[in-house]
Each structure stands twice: as structure tokens, then as C-alpha cells.
């Protein structure tokens, strides 16, 4: 493997730009081979700098004009990166013409083609294969911008802003011009060119009155899928403002939806481009949970707008200032339009089911990085979904009040500007007078703490003594880590259900007795309680304020107890995991005892407990009947020191739903029917039983009972949604009956010209686990449905296998590992950003017990050898092998 030469960049190195521009005016003459470009930008110079120096890569020069006046060769040096210019006046005019190749784009970082149509993704440094360019995000100006194309091929032409004019060319070309009153960077650029239909809507603001022109773009047929998306949208305009008092700024918001997109979505000034998978939904073809991932994504995209756009990135590392606070946004907004109980628990299971994976192992850092080799590898879970948790603890501290008056202050102060973390948390400390110094240090140090609890109850001196103690092994660019400042939500319990608040021994300032909060901060902190006639019950770190593994050894007794009577949801949810993974990791130890597999009569009521309880709503409900995904017991299991056996894992997991299944049938079943209706729509409430159902159903089949099995295959059968109709399809598709193979095939059959359905097919295919040979696998990739252009196929097939199938992936001949490296390898020849992303599969190599480690050290050893990785993929191939 040979290393991209001084590539890595770092914070420290910082500096201001030398030059700014006032004004860019951008002209492309379209085309899918070849498209000409010309950028003439008004540059002015702060220093006393001669040379100027811009970004580029991925296109031909065709020339370079200062003032009007060509240079020749002698006057600038091209590289493959840059366009390095030797003298430039104070002030002056650039004009640059270079051609580019859309049709051959395939990494989808530039302009690019998706099926027919022409589009963009800048960011993050996406614009320098557009033209030459300082390619940073500090570097705003003005964008007026003309496209011309041929008007049969790209009948729709679109670029941020106002369209403020149009014509024909005469020669079967047509154009239009755009022009975005606010400045911006680059990396906020977007065009779109093709044949689309749209979707139109009209929002009026409520703050001004302001009328605004929606427009959503998708493919010819696609129309009718869009109306989750529209309305998801005006209620986020409309959350906004009444949240944040935020008011949209452009006349039009337009969104397109394109099938070749590398992520979710991305927010370009008044013209977002998404990924498909984001806008298009109709309960036919779409899941309760796809419905939901639309509203939050669409959020996301629209907040953005605000947290982004108006205020940006000064520079790369702070990402997170963006996007930790976007996406708290985001989950704001769907905890307001839905269940605050039920999306925090969703939000805390992806959290831990991939940030806390990721913050434990060898790509690790830091929510403001200090250095990395390629920007893309860092839109990670950390920057975004860690990033989301910071902002929600600071929102802890302040209070919902002191949030909202920091935010205030945060656009009063920095609006148009590109600024850092500090500059966040410098709103948010002046419009409270708090001192956030200390709680800073989340920004700087990886890892996820450690909350060890000791309780003592001393029933002479009726006093309650609890201590915390935090710690994390992690370090951080070689620095141990130092305690950070949690902001813990936590209440006691009297025997009788009621929260209590007893008199506390030492007068304790980290505690906030009437927000119930204790700000710990230090390594180790105690308080003692007294008058307690009877031990109490801990609730700790209610609502998940802080994200942290909790290590307490308690009586199961306790979590009994919370999972009924604690007024926090999140803790019930929480009380019924924590019973659920010690069963299943008894299971384990019986497995390493080569012991029979038998689960805890105790823990089997406890889950029956769960079954009856009409106190739960019913998506809560089945989040706590759903045991633990195999995602969260491998992180169990290297918390609790011991190294990953992933096969024993997956058979006490697996004979532990299949015990429940058995011994709770009557009332499975019984539930199964309670919610088994006709009537669709997508309230909470219709979800919530749909999810209820469907978790019913899966206990029942893992039974195996042709009576259940029936049952699935009916429902399948007959379901007029796709949530009912996909649960019950993966019931079957994880047994193996001749029902399986007849479903999978009818499903295919009836949705193999939808590519967003059949990547669900594809999906499930992945998991299936009978062919150890893995041909499976390479007949999917050749199936006619398949599309390895289009990266939701390639992650619906191989990001499934290597997450999902489990004992395929991880099988002991290695030859899972084998065919992923293939894979990878393959990908990565024409889409860097996709395999890296792909290659995260392997974080997991020092954790697996040896055997396993011993087969994966071989592949990575092999792909150690290759030579031309792409950038992305040899940073994080580095960081795991190191
Ligand atoms: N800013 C976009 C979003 O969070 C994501 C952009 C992804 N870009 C990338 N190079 N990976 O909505
Ligand atoms: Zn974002």
C-alpha cells in the first residue's frame, strides 16, 4: 500500500484565505460527455501574496484570462490538484474556461450523471472537479449562473436561487440564468439538468407572510410518490418558525430526487438534491420507517438552510457545528411531529449501534477532528450523531429556554458568516452567563465515557450514599482522556413508585435538585441522601441526557421495578434491554460451557410482564419486546472484556427469541390478531400497531410452527402496505420452508422495476444464510435488477452481507471476508466514498476472537498489499490495520 504523499491535513494549520471574491458568474454549455464550463470570478487580494493558488483536479484547462487578457504557459503551473498562478494584481477578474466529463464520473463527486440526468455534489470539495476554484468553505461570494443544454434531452434546467432569465439558443439548445442573492461557498453549489417531472406547492410563511414557490423533481412516473415528502416539508418551514423563529429566505425551495446519490441528501442553497430513497414514498411501496426517515431527512435538509447555510464552516474540522446541531434539529423536529419517547429511543439505538461501534475502535476521533487524509471518510456518526448529543446536553444545561436564547444569539451574531465550534458555544454561554469551558472538552476527545455506579444503603442510618465514577480507555492523539462535564438526568424511587428527592448530606453544587440534574464532571463525585426509610431506586440517566455506558451491578429486582414504574419511558425501554442482554449473555456462557441452551424462566416472565402491560404505548411496547440486535451484544460483550464469539452469539440470541416465541405463544398470537386491521395511515398510533404486529409475528415464525409460518405467508399475501407486507416477507425469508423461496420470488416478480423496493429485496436476500458458498451472492450482483452504479444497490447487497448476515460474513473459512475485500477492492476502482464507507464492516477485526481475527488479519494483509487505493479507502485501511 503505498501512502498518498503529504496528504494529511491538519487544524493547526489554519489560515485565513489571502484573496476574496466578490462575485462569481458560471456558464456551462451542458452536455453528458463533454461539458465546457466558464467561471469569471472578481478577486480581491488582502496580503501582500503574489501568487494565487486554487483548487482543482478531474478536468481540462482550456484557459486562463486575467483582466480580459489570456496568460500563456509561462505565467501559471497546472498540477494534478492545482491551478497555481505566479503574479495577480490587487484586484482583477478571472476568467477560466475548462471542459469536464459527466458520463465518466463515477466516484458522483463533481457533476455527474444519475440514469439521464446531469447533477451535482460539492460537498465537501466537490466544486474543484467543476473548475478552478478556492475550493473552502470561508470563501463565500455571490453565484449567478447559466446553463445551457439541448432542450430535448434537458428540458429542466435549475441552479440555486431565482431563475431570473431564460431564452433559446436557435440551434435546438435552450438556457437559463439563476441568480442566488446570498453568498455562499462552493461547496453549496448545485445544478440540475434533465428530463423531470415536478410536483408543485405553494407555503406561506407565517412570520412575514412570505409567499414560497415549492417544487419537488423526481422521474416521470414518479409524481404520485412525493406528497410525504411535500408535506414533510411545510411542516419543517412551519417547525422552524415556530421553534426557532425562522423564516425561509429564497422565494423557491426546490428538491430532486436522483437514484445515484453516495448519501442521504445534501442541502444546496434553495436547491437540495436527494437521494431518492428520501423523497419518493407510497404505503405501497414504502415503509413506516422509510416514511420516517423522509420527514427527518427532509428536516434535516430544510434546517440546514439556517444551520449551514446562513451560517457555515469555517473550515472542515468544524463539521459538526453543521451537522451535530442540524441533526439535533432533525430529531427535535420528528420528536414534535411524533413520539418525543419513541424517537428517543430510535435515536439511542442508532447512536450506540454505530457511533459507540465506531468510538471504541480503531477509526475513533473526535467530534472536531485535528487532522485526516480525506474529507469524506469524516461525515461519520460521530461528527453527526455524537455531534447531535454535545448540542442536546448543552440544550440540558441551559435549559430548553437558555437553548433557544443562545440560538438567538448565535445568528444575531455570526448570520453570513463561516465560523467554529467555539463560536457556538461562545452564543450559547454569553445569552445564559454559563461557563462552558469545562464541557468543552467533549469537542476534543474521542472515546465514550464509562459511568461506573456504586450505591450503598445503610438501613441503621437511613442514608443513601451513591458515587460515580467516569472513565474511558480511549485516547486521544495519544492524550489519556480527562473527565468530562455530564449533565446527568436521574431521579430516586420510594417502594411505592413515587419520585423522591431526599435532603443530601454534603451541600453539593453539581446538583440541580429541581432539574433533578447531577452535572458530574469530575473522575468521581458522591452524594449522600438521608432519611430513607427504604433503599431507593436509582433512575439513572433518564431520557439518555448523556451518552455514556452505564456499569452498575444491581439486582434484577430494580430493573423489574423501573420497567414498570418509571415515569421516564426511555429507562422502562432501557430496564427491559438490560434484562434482556444478561439473559441472552447467559445463554452464551451456557453455549461456552458446552452446555444446552436454556433461558432464565425468571427472565421469560419478566418478558411476558412486557406482553401485558397496557401502560406501554404500543411502539414502545415493541421496542422493548425486540431483544437486543446482534450490533449491540458484540458491543456488550467487548465491554465486558471478553473477545467477540460471534457464532455463539447468534445462537443465543437466536434460541432465546425462538424459548420466548415458544412459551408466549397463546398471547403473541393473541396480540398478533388485536392489531391485525385493514385501515392504513400514518399517525403514530396506526404505526405503533403495525410495529406491534410485526414483532408478534417474528416471535411466532422463529417458532418454526407451519401454523405461524401460514400466518406470515397470509400476511404477506395479503398486506396493502409495504411495512406489513416487508415484516412478514423477512419472517419467512429467516426460515427455510418452501414458502420462503415462493415469497421472495413473487415479491421480486411484482417489484423488480421499482429499484427502491427491489433494493429491500436485495436486502433480504443478503441475509439469508443457507449458501455457505457464497454464488448467492455473486448471482445477486449479476441479477438484471442490479445496478452497481447506483449506490443504494451496492449497500441494500454487500453493506447488508457484511453487517447483517452474520454467519455468512463472519463464517469460519474466511471466505466472508474474502468476497467483501473482492468487493471492495472493485468499488473502490470507481466509487472511493462508497467502498471506504463499505470497508467499516472490518472495524470490528481486533475485538473478534482469534480464530476469526486470524482469517479477517489475512484479507486485511492482503488488501495491505495493494497498491492505488483510492485516498479514502487508505485512511481508514491504515487506521484498522495499524
Ligand atoms: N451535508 C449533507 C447532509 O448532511 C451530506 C453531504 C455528504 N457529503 C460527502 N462528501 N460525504 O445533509
Ligand atoms: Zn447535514
Known amino acids: 500500500m503505498s501512502s498518498p504523499k503529504n496528504s494529511t491535513i491538519k487544524l493547526i494549520d489554519y489560515t485565513k484565505s489571502d484573496f476574496e471574491i466578490e462575485s462569481l458568474e458560471l456558464e456551462f454549455e451542458l452536455d453528458a460527455k463533454k461539458t465546457y464550463v466558464t467561471s469569471k470570478a472578481v478577486y480581491t487580494k488582502f496580503s501582500h501574496q503574489k ?181 414533510s416539508l411545510k411542516n419543517s418551514m412551519k417547525w422552524d418558525e415556530e421553534k426557532f423563529g425562522l423564516e425561509y429566505d429564497l422565494d423557491m425551495y426546490m428538491i430532486v430526487a436522483v437514484n445515484s446519490f453516495n448519501m442521504g441528501a445534501m442541502e444546496n442553497k434553495g436547491l437540495n438534491i436527494f437521494n431518492s430513497a428520501y423523497v419518493l414514498a407510497r404505503k405501497d411501496t414504502a415503509t413506516d420507517d422509510d416514511f420516517l426517515g423522509i420527514e427527518s431527512v427532509i428536516g434535516h435538509e430544510y434546517f440546514h438552510n439556517w444551520t449551514g447555510n446562513r451560517i457555515t464552516c469555517r473550515d472542515w474540522f468544524q463539521l459538526t457545528l453543521k451537522e451535530g446541531l442540524t441533526v439535533y434539529r432533525d430529531q427535535e423536529f420528528s420528536s414534535d411531529m411524533n413520539s418525543r419517547s419513541v424517537q428517543r429511543i430510535k435515536d439511542v439505538l442508532k447512536l450506540r449501534s454505530t457511533q459507540f461501534v465506531e468510538d471504541s475502535g480503531p477509526t475513533a476521533h473526535p467530534i472536531k477532528p485535528k487532522s485526516y487524509i480525506q474529507i469524506d471518510n469524516f ?55 454559563t461557563d462552558l469551558t469545562h464541557f468543552k472538552r467533549w469537542y476534543d476527545q474521542a472515546g465514550t465515557p464509562i459511568v461506573k455506579i456504586n450505591e450503598l444503603y445503610d438501613e441503621t442510618s437511613k442514608k443513601y450514599t451513591l458515587e460515580l465514577e467516569q472513565t474511558c480507555e480511549m485516547k486521544t492523539y495519544g492524550e489519556s482522556w480527562r473527565p468530562c462535564h455530564l449533565p446527568v438526568l436521574f431521579c430516586l424511587f420510594d417502594s411505592q413508585g413515587n419520585e423522591i428527592f431526599p435532603e443530601t448530606l454534603e451541600s453539593l453544587p453539581n446538583l440541580d435538585k429541581t432539574k433533578k440534574i447531577w452535572h458530574l464532571k469530575e473522575n468521581k463525585e458522591k452524594a449522600t441522601f438521608l432519611n430513607l426509610e427504604h433503599r431507593p431506586i436509582l433512575s439513572f440517566n433518564r431520557q439518555f441526557s448523556c451518552p455514556i455506558i452505564v456499569k452498575h451491578d444491581r439486582p434484577v429486582s430494580d430493573h423489574i421495578f423501573l420497567m414498570k414504574n418509571d415515569t421516564d419511558e426511555f429507562n422502562r425501554f432501557e430496564s427491559s434491554q438490560i434484562l434482556a442482554t444478561d439473559a441472552i449473555m447467559q445463554n452464551v456462557d451456557l453455549l461456552k460451557e458446552q452446555k444446552e441452551l436454556s433461558l432464565d424462566p425468571f427472565y421469560i416472565e419478566s418478558f411476558g410482564s412486557i406482553l401485558y402491560d397496557d401502560s406501554l404505548g404500543h411502539s414502545i411496547k415493541a421496542s422493548c419486546l425486540d431483544l437486543p440486535s446482534m450490533a449491540l451484544l458484540k458491543q456488550e460483550m467487548s465491554n465486558r472484556s471478553l473477545p467477540i464469539d460471534i457464532h455463539k452469539l447468534l445462537m443465543a440470541r437466536e434460541g ?36 406491534l404486529k410485526n414483532i408478534c409475528l417474528s416471535f411466532l415464525t422463529s417458532t418454526e410452527n407451519p401454523e405461524y409460518i401460514d400466518l406470515a405467508y397470509q400476511q404477506f399475501i395479503n398486506s396493502n ?62 441479477n438484471p435488477a442490479f445496478d452497481k452504479k447506483v449506490p443504494n444497490f451496492l449497500r441494500s447487497l454487500y453493506t447488508t ?69 483510492s485516498k479514502n479507502l487508505f485512511e481508514i485501511v491504515s487506521q484498522i490495520t495499524s
Not at 455531534?387 to 453570513?416: C, P, S, T
Open 51 to 231: 501568487k494565487l493558488v486554487l483548487n482543482g483536479e478531474q478536468q481540462d484547462l482550456v484557459s486562463v484570462e486575467i483582466n480580459g487578457n489570456k496568460l500563456d504557459k509561462s505565467s501559471f503551473k497546472l498540477t494534478s490538484t492545482t491551478l497555481e498562478i505566479f503574479e495577480v494584481p490587487e484586484c482583477f477578474t478571472l476568467t477560466i474556461k475548462t471542459i469536464i466529463y459527466p458520463s465518466k464520473n463515477t466516484s458522483l463527486l463533481g457533476l455527474y450523471m444519475s440514469s439521464d440526468i446531469l447533477c451535482t455534489q460539492c460537498e465537501a470539495e466537490g466544486f474543484r472537479r467543476i473548475t478552478y476554484f478556492l475550493d473552502r468553505p470561508d470563501v463565500m461570494t455571490k453565484y449567478r449562473t447559466k446553463l445551457i443544454a439541448h432542450k430535448n434531452k434537458f428540458p429542466v434546467l435549475l441552479s440555486n436561487g431565482n431563475k431570473v432569465d431564460s431564452g433559446e439558443l436557435g440551434d435546438g439548445r435552450h438556457w437559463t440564468i439563476w441568480e442566488d442573492p446570498f453568498k455562499k461557498p462552493s461547496y453549496l453549489f448545485a445544478l440540475v439538468a434533465g428530463d423531470l417531472s415536478v410536483v408543485r406547492d405553494v407555503y406561506v410563511t407565517s412570520i412575514n407572510k412570505k409567499k414560497i414557490d415549492i417544487e419537488i423533481y423526481c422521474d416521470k412516473g414518479n409524481e404520485g410518490k412525493c406528497d410525504h415528502a411535500m408535506r
Open 721 to 782: 402496505n409495504m411495512t406489513d407486507e416487508l415484516a412478514s416477507l423477512s419472517c419467512l425469508a429467516k426460515i427455510k420452508c418452501d414458502k420462503t423461496e415462493l415469497a421472495l420470488d413473487s415479491f421480486y416478480k411484482k417489484w423488480k422495476d421499482e429499484p427502491l423496493v427491489i433494493q429491500k429485496w436485495f436486502a433480504l436476500k443478503a441475509t439469508q444464510t443457507h449458501d455457505p458458498s457464497l454464488k448467492f451472492l455473486i448471482d445477486l450482483a449479476n
Open 379 to 433: 461525515y461519520t456518526t460521530t461528527i453527526y450523531e455524537k455531534g447531535a448529543e454535545i448540542i442536546r446536553m448543552i440544550e440540558k444545561i441551559v435549559g430548553k429556554e437558555g437553548f433557544r436564547k443562545g440560538m438567538d444569539k448565535y445568528f444575531e451574531l455570526y448570520d453570513g458568516q463561516a465560523v467554529t465550534t467555539d463560536d457556538f458555544v461562545h452564543a450559547m454561554e454569553i445569552a445564559n452567563g
Open 656 to 691: 432465546s427469541i425462538k424459548t420466548l416465541g415458544q412459551s408466549h405463544q397463546e398471547f403473541l398470537f393473541k396480540l398478533y390478531n388485536e392489531f391485525k386491521t385493514d385501515t392504513f395511515d400514518l399517525s403514530s398510533k396506526s404505526m405503533g400497531k403495525r410495529e
Open 801 to 869: 452481507f457484511a453487517n447483517q448476515n452474520d454467519k455468512l460474513f463472519h463464517q469460519e473459512n474466511g471466505h466472508g471476508y474474502k468476497i467483501m475485500i473482492d468487493r471492495i477492492l472493485e468499488i473502490d476502482k470507481y466509487n472511493p466514498d462508497v467502498s471506504a464507507r463499505m470497508f467499516n464492516a472490518f472495524r470490528i477485526f481486533k475485538k473478534l476472537e482469534i480464530n476469526l481475527q486470524n482469517e479477517m488479519k489475512i484479507e486485511l494483509e492482503r488488501l495491505k498489499n495493494e497498491q492505488n487505493l
